[in-house]
């Protein structure tokens, strides 16, 4: 790890955008936080009669405030959506992860805000869609992964799905997928001048991850059971395997000569080294691995395998990935404080990110945040007089 070193403003490869970031869980913020350290200036608009999120974090830890400024607004109020209009006039993206109508009701849709900027990138991300019969349904990860199908391909044979953590349909599906089409439609403005609407279905773009696993299913490469394929623990040689001391070793030696390695190095018996895609085999071959694998802790595991392609790796937890040597050489994590975090990735060879820190590191004074939307100091004043700005 090393501290985190902001560099200058504007050096990052998005460097003069302007994003408002509509607060909200999930996808959005972690959106608005990459955004953030790619060097976009973002702004925080958050309900002062709303509930920042049901995890309370501190500040150190709170990613959803780091790297921007924060406005605490009355979103109920008429002169506040003419408010957030007006910052929309002058912002190049406006992202919100609320459920249908909402940003409607409040007078911020998409057509009051391209109305006042033309040239805005109008960016929302819900879980089911603007319309059709889930639309209006509440739901988290778990949620759009049973509905996208993934849900039902994860786990053991005989077994119930498991759910990924929240980094398919949330992060991977929502976040990544809303980045994507943020910078597709800021390329397309700078051919054509008009901004547009990215319009983002958790469960949609979760599916989209899923391709390659559906392109399977149609050519019979993949079944629909779960945990009997290739991918998904249904073969011996791409699973984990529980060690003497209690842990675990990934084993992912899918390519002929990655399992000879490992094979030769375990060391497995002939017929099994032999018969590799023999799923005959697979069942014995499965037992022989975990039998021997139980002979030595993880980490004697990791020495015996370092320095080859046999693609076996120790499980590590959170605590140890940071530590890892390949992470430390990398600079892998950086430490904000006292949050150890991982650092900005992609990598940029002449405008590196930023790792952004707290808020509350560099709060700046309200008239300061709106001087750069152009609201005068005495207009931001009578605004927070009248209880419209927090």
Known sequence: MVPANPQEPGRGPLAGLTVIEMAGLGPVPLAALMLSEMGAAVLRIERSSAGRQF????????????????????????ECTELVLRLAGKADFLIEGFRPGVMERLGLGPDAALARNPALIYGRVTGFGQDGPLADRAGHDITYLAYSGILHAIGHDGERPVPPL???????GGTMMLMTGLLAALFQRSRGGKGQVVDLAMVEG????ALPIQAAMASDLWNDRRGVNLLDSGCPFYDTYE???????????????????????????????????DQKLW????????????????????RLFAGTDACIAPVLSFAEARQHPHNRARNAFVDVGRFTRPAPAPRFSATPSTVSEPASENRRPVASILARFGVPEDETEALVKAGVIG
């Open 55 to 78: 995890l309370q974090l501190p500040a150190e830890h709170d990613i959803d405030r780091h790297g921007r400024d924060v406005l605490v607004v009355d979103l109920k109020r008429p």
């Open 243 to 277: 060690t003497a001391d209690g842990r675990h070793i990934a084993v992912g030696c899918l390519e002929p000569q990655f399992f000879a390695e490992f094979a030769r190095l375990l060391p497995l018996d002939q017929q099994f080294a032999a018969g590799q895609y």
């Open 206 to 209: 979760a599916s989209m991850l």
């Open 283 to 302: 069942p014995r071959m499965r037992e022989a691995i975990a039998v021997r694998v139980q002979e030595k802790s993880r980490d004697e595991w990791d």
């Open 166 to 172: 929240n980094l398919v349909a949330d992060y991977g």
